[in-house]
């Protein structure tokens, strides 16, 4: 039961942030990314 718990919280949560983290991360490079390719094609 114990070490079950010790699983969950010390293992699974923290790769599931980790996991949360590199989504975000990787949403926020590509809207930039997307930003950047806008206001190259669209400057006058």
Do not use: C, K
């Not at 949560?13 to 990314?33: S, Y």
Request: aromatic letters at 16%; a negative charge; proline letters at 2%.
């Amino acid at each position: 039961m114990t070490l079950g718990l010790v699983g969950v919280f010390f293992i699974f949560f923290p790769l599931l942030v980790n996991v949360l983290l590199g989504f975000i991360a990787a949403q926020v490079i590509g809207e930039r990314h997307e930003n950047i390719e806008f206001e190259r094609t669209h400057t006058y």
